[in-house]
């Protein structure tokens, strides 16, 4: 093998791992087009792309992977964004989804350059080398073309840009818009992209759910076994067959039998009040049921080996509902919570707690969309306060702490360090008219 052609597949292999996380596409929009990148959730395919690319169009759209396949779909804008999603009409294709780097700005400050991903009709990918030459906007960056051959065009808008830290390419955003006559195009960043469009996901599938806060989302543990004592068969057939069986503790199971255990539909009434509706599967609750606690709560889903795994709805006896991915009986992966008070987290969630990128709505209209640890905003974040007021920086605890931006409703800023939730002592405020401090926004 040549020198050259080991350095192309040694490309392409490291394009490969990063396109793992996400697939980029050519999107035909009536007489318009653009490209995207792909986001699954749940079961459902998306599509993610700047607004203009679509806000025109005649539903359905037609999206084009690679591999020459593919789908239609139904864009949604964003009011407040230029953003677009699409949602991919019976789609039967694997759905990609990318990944987010928590340290996302510092990446983006210290490229140079970056590779612009351009997907084709015919389900071909251009890779185009562009320079990084604005860094200073929070939620965007501009790159522009490193040749005179290569012109930044409105239809590329959608490109997914990959930056390479050693080795790794990493996405960091995609084409919004172009200027094509100084080449310049801005890219909206990957973290900022991922807050908006979960909003909208959590939205979508959340129905009429509030909230509650994501140190409380613990669904109780499903039942592990079943009661082995036996008062015996009162009626049908036990063995294999439909009948009714009663437990030692005064349990109660009746429904479909198989070699003597319980196997397929049935309903499982225990002692201490709780109940199943549902399948099993050796004696154990395995796929979909019903499961009614004594006190209250309740989950409609998925389970497996007698535990909450896979999609499920946790309402609890108080209101607040959860509705996401389970896995061990506890919410794991993608999920909303919704609160009776009116609060809503949808995000990532791990053993029951927010954990990964959410977006917290407050009944009064404060919001937070960012990295949550633990239950807690640990991270890079966006808060806005229902006056218009702004924080955009690091937080550590639900408290702001490390470099950040407090932007006042009449557009003064202070940009400083916080800690404990305070800016440092000797902090100035710039633009606007106001000077000095204030302080009655960080109590």
Known sequence: MSNKLFIICLVCFLFSVSNSFAEEVFIKASNDYGRGITKR?????FVITAKHVV????????????????????????????????????????????????????????MVSGQLIIAEEDGATNRKTVKIVGTDATDTFKIKSETATFILQKGHSGSALYLDDKGTLILAGILLSVNSKDNIGTVYKINYINATVNLYFGT???????????????PTAMPTHIYEGKRGCIKGDCRNGYGILVYDDKSRYEGEFKNGG????????????????????????????????????????????GKSEGDGVYTFGNGNKYEGHFKDAKSNGWGVFTYTNGDRYAGQFKDGKGDGDGHYTYADGTRFAGLFKDGKKNGHGVYTYADGSKYEGEFKDNKKDGRGIFTYPDGSKIDTSFANDKPEENYLVTIGERKGKKDNNFE
Do not use: M, W
Request: net charge neutral; charged share 20%.
């Open 262 to 305: 319980l196997n397929g539909q049935g309903t499982l009434a225990y002692a201490n009040g709780n109940k199943y509706v549902g399948v099993f599967r050796d004696g154990q609750v395995n796929g979909q049921g019903n499961y009614t606690y004594a006190n209250g709560d309740k989950y409609v889903g998925q389970f497996k080996d």
């Open 41 to 45: 959730v749940g079961k459902d395919c």
């Open 55 to 110: 806000e025109n169009a005649n539903p359905p759209v037609t999206i084009y992977f690679e591999g020459n396949r593919h789908a239609e779909g139904t864009p949604s804008s964003f009011a407040a964004t230029d953003l677009a999603v699409i949602k991919l009409d019976n789609y039967k294709i694997n759905c990609s989804d990318y990944s987010i780097v928590e340290n996302i700005n510092n990446l983006v400050k210290r």
């Open 204 to 218: 979508y599938y959340s129905n009429t759910i509030t909230t509650i806060s994501p140190e409380t989302v613990k």
